[in-house]
């Protein structure tokens, strides 16, 4: 059996940690050809694949000034590529990447499965938007990453073919003790609310002995890291609030971390929530449009927050800092939880779909 996987690249983002992934377990099964296409504007190799994948790529750089005309040779490049592997089954990730695949591969006779990555009802713009309601339903069946992702697909009509699987999330071997630290991780972009969380931390009662523990780096060519170090020092938090910066190892922050903090309202599936209850932290979230609650059991194994109500989240996380067997109960239910998203059982899971009518 040949399968291709189409991705714009395999670079250090999480749906690229997550094809990776994907891949290597892919790789373990017998009998199996595996080829990777990459096609965006980087095409860069940073993860870790198994020596028996294929990667296809073109030779030349795409040139964001010629955009419309490497747009159509990646379009082309792809068609071509897929035609000469002549492949059993495609797997295609990302919102716009799925349009341009499927695009690319429209008329060829090879089944292509594809899979959004971010929040379901995401607005990618006009041309976009009716490429993806055009295409979509030419797919061969969509994988959604929560059960809010599917109900979105299904009333758009994207798709009738569609399978619930969410992301891999890797076992977490703590072995150090847990400190009085709230972490919090994820890109530095608006609607992560790293903001509204300092001034949060700056309400709370008692929290002497506790400290804030953001990671994560500037995106999108925002200075938001600087936003936050003005913010800190204007409050006075020097001292108890710590600006980590992007780490490309998360698991210790994470070990010594006895809460984590999601203030999220844009999210597909949020690796790093999923990270954190595998660690055994106490989570609390915000309940957005899709993700958490997939996730998190509120009362069970974190607290589920109605976006936006902070006055409740303050609360809440008040009341985690103050409970040492709240917290023991949260972060045992959330190492039980993550043991559905283990690699093996999501990788399976993706392979069983892609392949159950060969």
């Known amino acids: 059996m040949i399968i291709i996987c189409i991705i714009h690249s395999l670079g250090i983002g999480g749906m690229e940690r997550v094809m990776a992934i994907l891949l290597r377990h892919f790789a373990q099964e ?151 630290i709230i972490l919090s991780v994820g890109r530095l972009i608006p609607t992560k609310n790293s903001d509204r969380l300092i001034q949060l931390f700056s309400r709370l009662e008692n929290a002497e002995d506790w400290k804030l523990c953001i990671v994560g780096g500037d995106a999108k060519q925002m200075n938001i890291s600087q936003q936050l170090a003005r913010q800190v020092e204007s409050l006075g938090l020097e001292d108890c609030v710590i600006l980590e910066g992007a780490q490309r190892n998360v698991k210790p922050y994470y070990c010594c971390s006895k809460i984590f903090a999601f203030m999220s309202t844009s999210e597909g599936f949020p690796n790093v929530l999923g990270e954190a209850m595998a660690a055994g932290c106490a989570c609390i979230a915000y309940d957005c449009v899709a993700g958490p609650s997939d996730m998190i059991d509120d009362g069970i194994n974190g607290f589920l927050i109605p976006e936006g109500n902070e006055k409740l989240y303050l609360k809440k996380l008040q009341l985690l800092m103050k409970d040492f067997d709240l917290r023991s109960k949260f972060g045992k239910a959330a190492r039980k939880k993550m043991k559905q998203f283990e690699a093996s059982e999501i990788a399976g899971q993706f392979y069983e779909f892609i392949t159950e009518r060969l």
């Open 30 to 180: 017998e009998e199996i050809e595996i080829h990777v296409v990459l096609y965006g504007r980087k095409r860069e190799v940073l993860q870790t694949i198994p020596n028996p994948v294929k990667v296809h790529k073109p030779t030349w750089a795409f040139n964001n000034k010629k955009r419309t005309w490497h747009t159509l040779k990646s379009i082309a490049f792809v068609r071509r590529t897929v035609k000469a592997i002549q492949p059993d089954t495609i797997l295609s990730f990302g919102e716009m990447w799925n349009n341009l695949a499927l695009l690319a591969l429209i008329g060829l006779p090879y089944p292509i499965f594809i899979s959004d990555r971010s929040k379901p009802n995401k607005d990618l713009g006009w041309l976009q938007n009716r490429l993806r309601d055009r295409l979509y339903p030419r797919a061969a069946g969509y994988i959604a990453q929560t059960e809010k992702a599917k109900d979105v697909a299904l009333q758009k009509s994207w798709n009738t073919n569609i399978r619930v699987v969410g992301n891999p999330i890797p076992a977490m071997d703590c072995q150090q003790e847990q400190e009085n």
